[in-house]
């Protein structure tokens, strides 16, 4: 283990323990005094009625904090002034370097996690709502994995529902071929629009889509032919604005509403045999506890409507039990916009009335906030429309490109184009990812596509710089597997600190699903570079201890951008 914190934890948490009687964080943060401090004396201070600095005392007498820290204090009203010792932090620099995977361990007990996430809707636009649940659950699903749990992907797309009976009867009127080409490239909305429109005024028409929807439902085979080639053209507009975004997500990863339908009368069975569920204005409702509107009424998850068909609330039951009764999943965590919180948490309510969710397997719901424009509404297109994703992908690479051309002008057309396709896309996930999630963020194009700030460019670039110091000086870093690592200068010490952090940040963003810290963290790691770079030659260091100690720093740095990056799903290049 190389977390800094969490050893500084591990040092005074016995002591801690001993003075308060029971199990008690000692608190250990980051410190603008010192190194790190630890605040744990200030609220055990009424508990057991002494003052705070006394009790900071005590632990301190009785900790042993071995060789990791040089010195340690009481200070202001009882926190823990730590000042780490730098043979410590070079220590954990070595031992960083040493390890394929920079001193994260994978986790003990492996978890199935499955990340519901993405879940566009067939023959609909797909929206920058859908690109943020994309963009952050791929992120958790790659950091997951490389703490070493097993991960279940599931695209919960909308491929069910009365829309069909009007999108297949527009189908027919426009010809398949047709319905194929505008559905394959995207022109989802259009669609959806058209068909709408013809429902909303054609009276002989909308007959036919209900009419349609009884067919649909009662498994016409030709209607279900029909359905399925609505369903498979978006799936594979879908596949190609994932490709182009670089994200995991495969067309096995499709579970949608409709694959559930066998399962929603047996669900609705179950939660009637348990007793949770209740008439309610010729609705089969149930009632989670602790849900009520504003009226104080309690609000119902609708099981079944009163015409006898299910929606959205059902098949979500359906998939929970599904996914913790035959998928065994463990942890289960949905990815979507905010507005859908209240959803998920009755749902998960009724999913611990009934049984399926306990100690054994756990659901959470973690949203986000909407994506705005320079104006702060909703982002749209200047024509008022909601933006196509593949243009939207298509113009982060464009813009990157011309940037590209003019910062790295020495790369061929050929890598200036590979570099233009990472930092594009880089910079729009990146730009979604360092927000605080539950926050709406301003879409800006200079913005996230700057080589200054906390963006995906300014640490990609620093991360080429760094290699190009390898090639520059003709150094294989695999040379420096076991070479020691001598702390001198405040900078290599600032740097050395945030380098043994890396393991720590990665498992609290999995635990939290706050991949903003990732982002700050990274951006903290290639700030200390720079201050760093700035002061201390490294390739005409004074000596070659020193040089070779600074070219693991270097090294380590590097890795922890690449492996950083990678886990929120950003390629970084080589050179650029
Ligand atoms: N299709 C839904 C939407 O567009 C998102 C699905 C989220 N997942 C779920 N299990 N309900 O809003």
Redesign the pocket.
């Known amino acids: 283990m190389t977390d800094l914190p969490q050893l500084l934890t591990e040092r005074l948490a016995r002591a801690f323990t001993e003075v308060a009687g029971e199990p008690t964080d000692p608190a250990v943060r980051r410190s603008e005094r010192a190194d790190y401090q630890a605040d744990g004396a200030l609220p055990l201070a009424k508990t057991l009625r002494r003052p705070p600095r006394d009790i900071a005392t005590e632990v301190l007498n009785r900790a042993d904090l071995g060789d990791l820290v040089a010195h340690a204090e009481v200070a202001g009203p009882g926190f823990i002034n730590l000042t780490l010792a730098d043979t410590a932090l070079a220590g954990l620099v070595e031992q960083m370097a040493s390890d394929e995977r920079l001193g994260v361990a994978k986790v003990s007990e492996p978890e199935r996690v499955l990340v519901?996430y993405s879940?566009?809707?067939v023959a609909k636009e797909m929206h920058v709502?859908?690109l943020r649940?994309t963009i952050i659950g791929d992120a958790l699903v790659r950091l997951l994995g490389h703490l070493g749990h097993e991960v279940v992907r599931r695209n919960?797309?909308?491929d069910w529902g009365t829309p069909f009976g009007m999108l297949i009867e527009h189908l027919l009127d426009i010809g398949a071929d047709e319905a194929a080409t505008e559905l394959s490239v995207g022109d989802l909305g259009r669609f959806y629009q058209e068909a709408r429109k013809k429902f909303d005024a054609d009276e002989n028409f909308a007959e036919r889509a209900r009419r349609r929807v009884v067919a649909l439902q009662s498994g016409d085979p030709e209607t279900l032919r029909l359905w399925r080639l609505l369903v498979d053209e978006s799936a594979r507009y879908f596949q190609q604005v994932y490709e182009r975004l670089d994200v995991l997500l495969e067309p096995s990863d499709i579970a949608g509403e409709s694959s559930y339908n066998d399962q929603l009368g047996p669900v609705v069975e179950e939660l009637v045999q348990l007793g949770l569920a209740v008439e309610s204005e010729g609705a089969l409702c149930a009632f989670p506890k602790g849900f009520t509107g504003r009226d104080g009424k309690p609000i119902p998850l609708i099981l079944r409507k009163s015409d006898g068909g299910y929606g959205?609330d059902t098949?979500?039951l359906a998939?929970l039990r599904h996914r913790v009764r035959d998928l065994k999943a463990r942890r289960i965590i949905?990815i979507?916009?905010l507005g859908?919180r209240l959803?998920f948490e009755m749902l998960f309510e009724v999913g611990r009335e009934a049984g399926w969710l306990g100690p054994h397997a756990t659901a959470e719901f973690h949203g986000f906030g909407v994506v705005l424009g320079s104006d702060r509404k909703r982002l749209r297109t200047r024509a008022g429309e909601s933006i196509k994703l593949i243009d939207l992908i298509d113009e982060a690479v464009r813009r990157a490109a011309s940037i590209v051309a003019e910062k790295a002008p020495h790369l061929s057309a050929e890598e200036q184009q590979d570099v233009a396709q990472v930092v594009g896309v880089g910079a729009l996930k990146y730009a979604d990812l360092s927000n605080d999630r539950v926050k709406d963020y301003v879409f800006d194009w200079d913005r996230m596509l700057s080589f200054d700030g906390n963006t995906a460019p300014y640490l990609q670039y620093a991360h080429a710089r760094i290699r190009s110091v390898f090639r520059r000086g003709e150094i294989d870093p695999a040379t420096l597997r076991g070479a020691s690592v001598v702390i001198a200068d405040p900078t290599e010490r600032a740097l050395a600190m945030r380098l043994a952090e890396f393991e720590g940040v990665l498992y609290k963003a999995a635990e939290t699903v706050e991949l903003h810290r990732i982002c700050g963290y990274l951006y903290d790691v290639a700030t200390a570079f720079t201050a760093f770079y700035e002061r201390c030659p490294v390739l005409r260091a004074e000596d070659e201890r020193t040089r070779t100690s600074r070219l693991v720093l270097c090294d380590v740095t590097a890795r922890v951008l690449a492996t950083g990056l990678a886990t929120l799903g950003i390629t970084a290049p080589d050179r650029m």
């Open positions: 519901d879940g566009p809707n709502g859908h649940s919960h797309i909308g959205y098949t979500d998939a949905y979507t916009d859908q959803h």
